[in-house]
C-alpha cells in the first residue's frame, strides 16, 4: 500500500523555526515528484512546491520561494518541509501529496493527513 | 504563471440533480488539469486526471470533459455524499495552481 505519513501538529511562536516531514512507503521514492499545500484555516488549497527526490530537483511558488526549503532524504524515503523564522500567517494545515506520473508532472494522487501548524505568541 | 478560475464559487442542489463545475486556465495547459474533492474536515481526494480520466476507485457519476483552456466537472446525479468544495488544478508546469473552489451543498 502506497502510504505517506506525516509529523504531528506543531505548536510554535513567531520568529521560531520548525521542520516537518512526509515519510513515504509503499512505492519507489526516488521516481515520483512530491510535494507540498498549504490550506489555511477556512480557505482553499494552495501548491507550494515540489520535489524530484532522484535529483532534489526542486520547484516553488513564487509566492513561497524564499519563505520555506523543501528538500527529501532518499535514505529514509521522507521529504521535509522547513521554515527558518515562522510568522502567525503560517498558520495553518500542510499537506504532503504525491504526483501520480512516474518521473514528471502529474495530479497529487496520494495525500497524507496533513500536519497542523499554529503560530501564536 | 498560469492562474485557473472556478466557477461559481458555490453551489446548493437537489438530490439526484446534475451538477457542473467550470474550470478556466490563464493559457493553454494540454489538458493537464486534475480534479480533487475535499469533504468537510478532510484529507483532498483526487477524483479525475488528464481532464478527463477517472481515477480508480471513483463513482462513475463524476465526469471531466474540456481542452485546452476550459474544463468541466460533471456529477450526473447528486448524492449526499458529494456534499464537499471541488477543485481544479494544473500539473502542466510549476506553479501548478489550484483553482480557488467550488462548494457544493444539498437544498
Known amino acids: 500500500e502506497v502510504l505517506l505519513v506525516q509529523s504531528g501538529a506543531e505548536v510554535k511562536k513567531p520568529g521560531e523555526s520548525l521542520k516537518i516531514s512526509c515519510k513515504s512507503s509503499g512505492y519507489s521514492f526516488t521516481n515520483y515528484w512530491i510535494g507540498w499545500v498549504r490550506q489555511m484555516p477556512g480557505k482553499g488549497l494552495e501548491w507550494m512546491g515540489v520535489?524530484?527526490?532522484?535529483?532534489?530537483?526542486?520547484r516553488y511558488s513564487p509566492s513561497f520561494q524564499g519563505q520555506v526549503t523543501i528538500s527529501a532524504d532518499k535514505s529514509i524515503s521522507t521529504a521535509y518541509l522547513q521554515w527558518r523564522s515562522l510568522k502567525a500567517s503560517d498558520t495553518a494545515m500542510y499537506y504532503c501529496?504525491?504526483?501520480?506520473?512516474?518521473?514528471?508532472?502529474?495530479?497529487?494522487?496520494?495525500w497524507g493527513r496533513g500536519t497542523m501548524v499554529t503560530v501564536s505568541s | 504563471d498560469i492562474q485557473m478560475t472556478q466557477s461559481p464559487s458555490s453551489l446548493s442542489a437537489s438530490v439526484g440533480d446534475r451538477v457542473t463545475i467550470t474550470c478556466r486556465a490563464s493559457q493553454g495547459i494540454n489538458n493537464y488539469l486534475a480534479w480533487y474533492q475535499q469533504r468537510p474536515g478532510k484529507v483532498p481526494k483526487l477524483l479525475i486526471y488528464?481532464?478527463?480520466t477517472l481515477q480508480s476507485g471513483v463513482p462513475s457519476r463524476y465526469s471531466g470533459s474540456g481542452s485546452g483552456t476550459d474544463f468541466t466537472l460533471t456529477i450526473s446525479s447528486l448524492q449526499p455524499e458529494d456534499v464537499a468544495t471541488y477543485y481544479c488544478?494544473?500539473?502542466?508546469?510549476?506553479?501548478?495552481?489550484f483553482g480557488q473552489g467550488t462548494k457544493v451543498e444539498i437544498k
Open positions: 488528464a481532464a478527463s
Open positions: 501529496a504525491r504526483q501520480s506520473a512516474i518521473g514528471r508532472f502529474g495530479a497529487f494522487d496520494i
Open positions: 488544478q494544473t500539473y502542466d508546469s510549476a506553479p501548478q495552481t
Open positions: 520535489i524530484y527526490p532522484g535529483d532534489s530537483d526542486t
